[in-house]
């Protein structure tokens, strides 16, 4: 590998590693939230739907997610094949 193949994917790495932890973070605030809101309506039906709206936002997220980094890997790498 070239320094800045090196440099790519040390950087894709540290961005997996930060997406991951936001949406750790999203998904336990979001699941604080239902049960905050369940106790307060006592409705586990309304807490269950607003769980399972939030894990579907985040798991678009994760698809947007990954095609851009898919998107941004070719093209640095025909970048890479043009230079290197």
């Known amino acids: 590998m070239t320094l800045l193949e090196d440099l ?5 790495v540290a961005e997996g590693v930060v997406a991951v932890q936001v949406i750790v973070l999203i998904v336990v ?37 990954v095609l851009l980094a898919d998107n941004r890997k070719k093209l640095i790498k025909s970048r890479c094949c043009v230079y290197g």
């Open 29 to 65: 605030v979001a699941i604080h939230g239902a049960v905050e809101i369940a106790v307060a309506v006592q409705d586990v039906l309304l807490a269950v739907l607003l769980a399972v709206a939030v894990l579907s936002v985040v798991v678009v997220l994760l698809v947007v997610a």
């Open 8 to 12: 790519v994917v040390g950087q894709d």
